[in-house]
């Protein structure tokens, strides 16, 4: 190499890694700078390879990185290049100067001024948005905050309280003769609980779960009625016979210290069947037997 010519342009020695690239480039009629778009690979660092100036790359792995895409571009074999130019770099043919890693980028590769742009663009977009949705905040909270302080205190809805329901009275109703009496006691069905005749001090209890118990009883002075043990007045004074009377626990607080109030007759009245002491119906409660028509024969 002479004086005047510069070491970039200095042919590589004949054999080495940098004279076959630069060899098998020719062959194939391609330029260093399109050897360059293939490799991704900046242009000085090609022709630093092709000219044997090693210490012109940023490291020996660079170095061999940078031969081996060169050897795939042009279609030589990448691990036979690769092997020979660490051969090249383990005996010190050339010496490697220290770059800086700045060195290693290509400035044509960097960002366009398009995209530095749209980047700058969004990014000021984005901050527009933030400061318009914490002003936004700001205000929506100063306007709540009168009204939350106004906000009346909810009154507790009083619950109305029921009505005490006033329930029937109910006891244990017996009958307790006094004298020999007739009776009939039945139910609201005309069912009969008990027919007959009672003796003097013989009772008789009405059964609780009669329907509107009833009574029919020739004698009534002569029958003493309790309530849950207390007596209660006389169903009548005895001038008469008294039918259909009430004598559940109801009626008979109902009639309080009055005369027997007649309760509503049965619709039907069937012939039943006397339990306990029997005996014959008294004419007041009898129905009167049909008599039958006699025929006067007159003579001829």
């Keep these: 190499m002479s004086d005047g010519e510069h070491p970039a342009q200095a042919a590589a020695a004949p054999g080495t890694v940098g004279a076959r690239l630069r060899a098998a480039r020719e062959a194939q009629g391609l330029s260093v700078a399109e ?22 790359l940023p490291s020996p792995t660079y170095a061999s990185g940078f031969a081996r895409a060169y050897a795939r571009a042009v279609g030589l074999d990448p691990a036979d290049v690769g092997r020979d130019i660490r051969g090249e770099l383990a005996r010190g043919a050339m010496p490697i100067r220290q770059h800086h890693i700045e060195e290693i980028a290509d400035p044509a590769r960097g960002p366009s001024r398009g995209v530095v742009i749209v980047a700058a663009g969004l990014a000021l977009a984005v901050l527009v948005l933030g400061l318009l949705w914490l002003s936004t905040g700001m205000m929506r909270g100063t306007q709540e905050a009168p009204a939350a302080a106004v906000s009346p205190t909810p009154v507790a809805a009083s619950r109305p309280v029921p009505a005490a329901s006033t329930a029937a009275p109910a006891g244990k109703v017996v009958l307790t003769a006094r004298d020999e009496v007739w009776m009939r006691v039945y139910d609201a069905n005309n069912q009969t609980l008990f027919l007959g005749t009672k003796k003097k001090g013989e009772t008789f209890e009405v059964p609780a779960t ?36 009430g004598i559940s626990a109801a009626a008979l607080a109902a009639r309080g210290g009055g005369a ?36 006067t024969n007159t003579p001829d």
Excluded: C, H, W, Y
């Design 35 to 56: 050897v360059a778009a293939r490799t991704r690979v900046t242009q000085r660092f090609l022709e630093a390879l092709e000219n044997d100036r090693l210490d012109l």
């Design 210 to 245: 009669a329907d509107r118990p009833m009574i029919n009883v020739g004698r009534p002075d002569q029958l003493s009625i309790t309530v849950d043990g207390r007596e209660v007045p006389a169903l009548g004074d005895g001038k008469r016979a008294i039918k259909d009377v």
């Design 260 to 295: 027997a109030t007649p309760a509503a007759a049965p619709t039907a009245r069937p012939t039943a069947r006397a339990t306990g002491t029997t005996g014959g119906v008294p004419a007041a409660f009898q129905s009167p037997a049909p008599t039958a028509a006699t025929a």
